[in-house]
């Protein structure tokens, strides 16, 4: 595998449904992302985690919980959703949070019934 | 005023046509600038990054810098229809924090047509 992989690719759940995304990024970076993807929208950033360690919630709301357990992994926790949230989540990673260019996922794209 | 500001078009060029996608910002003090290219359904891939004011050249793909104008756009030339996608342009904001914070804009579609 190279670059940054996400499973599942695709995914529907219901509004009461526990789900989790993954991402696995194989550049050796330190920094990796999570994205929300709107129709019509811009890309909004979501979280952030720097060697480990979350440095960003854009307020998002606690229904998603991300978890970093090295800097290979991040992980989307998704429970009581709702169908607003339907959208194409991305993960990316950088060398290190800041300047560095972002490369991105394939993303998951995500249908809440 | 949005941190970052494209024409969401859609921008339609002849084939072998320059196509000049345009972005303006709002933080003085940003200094790192993205063009990225999204194809329908799929996840944003780099094309090219610039960090100084002036022009970088990359094939046929050039990114054209002017922070005193906050302006930032990419040439295509040549275009080819395989160029058709939306063309999203990001910035760092610095927005009071050590790191920045990546914000695109809402995307410029292209469309190339034969």
Redesign the interface.
């Known amino acids: 595998e190279t670059g940054v992989t996400q499973t599942p690719r695709h995914l529907v759940m219901g509004m009461t449904n526990k789900k989790s995304l993954k991402c696995e990024q194989h550049l050796g970076h330190n920094a990796m992302y999570w994205y929300k993807q709107s129709a019509k929208k811009p890309l909004e950033l979501m979280f952030v985690y720097n060697f480990k360690e979350q440095t960003e919630n854009n307020s998002v709301p606690s229904r998603f919980s991300p978890e970093c357990p090295n800097s290979s992994h991040l992980f989307l926790h998704l429970h009581t959703l709702q169908p607003e949230d339907s959208a194409l989540y991305l993960c990316a990673s950088s060398q290190r949070q800041g300047q560095e260019t972002q490369y991105f996922g394939p993303g998951t794209r995500l249908l809440v019934l | 005023q949005k941190e970052?500001e494209q024409n969401s078009g859609p921008l339609s060029v002849p084939e072998g046509a320059i196509a000049s996608l345009n972005c303006t910002y709002s933080d003085r003090g940003s200094?790192?600038f993205?063009w990225?290219r999204q194809y329908s359904g799929?996840?944003?891939?780099?094309i090219m990054?610039i960090?100084s004011n002036g022009d970088k050249e990359d094939g046929r793909f050039t990114a054209q810098l002017n922070k005193a104008s906050q302006y930032v756009s990419l040439l295509i030339r040549d275009s080819q229809p395989s160029d058709s996608a939306t063309y999203?342009c990001a910035v760092?904001i610095a927005g009071g924090t050590s790191?920045?914070?990546?914000?695109?804009?809402?995307?410029t579609i292209l469309t190339v047509h034969p």
Request: net charge positive.
């Open positions: 970052v200094q790192s993205f990225y799929k996840s944003p891939e780099l990054f960090y999203l760092n790191y920045g914070k990546l914000t695109f804009g809402q995307g």
